[in-house]
């Protein structure tokens, strides 16, 4: 049997339908990677917490068995305030923390590296000495919006009314100096987090010396979950948490969205799996005497059968490796020279993971098993003794 324009066809297919498969997973996780560079960038990999939700009084012991443990740790108090200078005011997120702990942890409290460095100090400086016990630091859409630079005073309000005055109860209020302005790499962090000395934030949440939680960080931020589970069983009164539950509705968006685009791409393949079953059926049609002539010849049904499934897997086999040869060429061209941009500064991340190409090549395999199903039933209708006898 020769390899027929059909055939050409839908070898074709196959390799376009492996190449999108491959090339939008990686881009997909690409994205994903990125996303997660910046949510543990701001809001750190891991976080320990009480199981009820409140707040941790004896946090120090935590802080260095986590480090002992060779994981860097550090308290975080976080509350809600309003921040106002003289040209505007806007509510933030505000975590009190200790700078040379949190330096560990976050990179966007470190000084930017780079023009591709998508997260650090922009401006000023965050450490013990310079935040001292009146500084703040702010996120670069925070501070456009209140029109406030490095050096500029602060004012720095609470939600709730627990100072007691002449007048009744009044909001406590501190004038801090903006000591720093920071990069997040995402506009919803920079447009609303500050960072400010942890006792200024115990001060505001009314607590003594106790924290929210406890940020933590290793050495192997993509195996998170590994560590998660492996913490859990070290500290089995707390909760620990690691990234993707911080902003589960981003993470969840990405992960539905690579599944929802390989389901759509894979039409692409059961296009290419309908035409090697048409091809195959034609074929069948156009050498029904051949097939017959072999079946008298002493030919079983299960010869005949894996002669068509060995034809139909060679078209799969060279369409599923020229499909990867290409699109493996293609993200690796784009990982290394970055050639497709989203912007001029941020580049269309891609991530290969060995995962895809596995699942790729058996949804390719299951496929054309499948497009084979109906022309090897078809072979079932062939009489070897009655074509022989119309032809004699």
């Excluded at 027929?4 to 994903?32: D, K, P, Q």
């Excluded at 990234?243 to 759509?264: C, N």
């Excluded at 995962?355 to 395999?365: E, F, K, N």
Aim: some cysteine.
């Amino acid at each position: 049997m020769g390899v027929s324009r059909s055939h050409v066809l839908t070898l074709l297919g196959i390799a376009l339908g492996v190449m999108a498969l491959i090339t939008v997973s990686s881009v997909m996780n690409g994205f994903r990677e990125d996303i997660r560079q910046r949510i543990i960038g701001t809001l750190s990999e891991m976080r320990l917490s009480s199981l009820d939700g409140s707040s941790l009084e004896d946090y120090a012991p935590i802080v260095s068995r986590l480090q002992s443990l060779g994981y860097a740790a550090a308290p975080v108090v976080r509350t809600e305030l309003l921040l106002r200078s003289t040209a505007a005011s806007s509510p933030a997120v505000v975590f009190g923390v200790d700078p040379a702990l949190q330096k560990e942890i976050s990179p966007i409290l470190r000084r930017k590296e780079g023009e591709s460095s998508l997260q650090g100090i922009l401006a000023g400086e965050f450490s013990d000495r310079s935040i001292a016990d009146d500084g703040i630091a702010l996120g670069s859409g925070l501070a456009s919006e209140l029109g406030v630079y490095v050096g500029d005073d602060l004012q720095v309000i609470s939600p709730l009314f627990t100072e007691p005055s002449p007048f009744g109860m009044l909001p406590r209020i501190r004038v801090l100096k903006v000591r720093a302005i920071f990069a997040a790499g995402m506009p919803e962090y920079d447009q609303g987090f500050a960072y400010m000395p942890l006792s200024v934030a115990q001060g505001f949440s009314s607590y003594g010396d106790w924290v929210d939680y406890i940020e933590i960080k290793s050495d192997r931020p993509q195996n998170s979950r590994k560590h998660v589970r492996q913490l859990s069983g070290l500290f089995e009164e707390y909760k620990i948490e690691d990234w993707s539950s911080f902003d589960a509705s981003l993470y969840g968006a990405i992960r539905f969205e690579k599944y929802l685009m390989f389901v759509i791409l894979l039409f692409m393949f059961i296009i290419a799996s309908f035409n090697l079953t048409g091809s195959l059926l034609k074929l069948i049609s156009q050498k029904k005497h051949e097939l017959g002539l072999l079946k008298a010849l002493g030919y079983e049904k299960r010869d005949l059968h894996r002669l068509f499934l060995l034809q139909a897997m060679m078209l799969c086999t060279i369409g599923f490796i020229i499909g990867l040869i290409f699109s493996t060429i293609l993200l690796v061209l784009q990982s290394r020279f970055g050639i497709v941009k989203l912007d001029q500064a941020i580049i269309l991340p891609v991530k290969m993971q060995l995962s895809d190409y596995i699942l790729v090549m058996a949804v390719s395999y299951l496929l054309t098993w499948l497009s084979v199903l109906m022309p090897l039933h078809y072979l079932k209708n062939i009489n070897a003794v009655e074509l022989i006898r119309r032809n004699r």
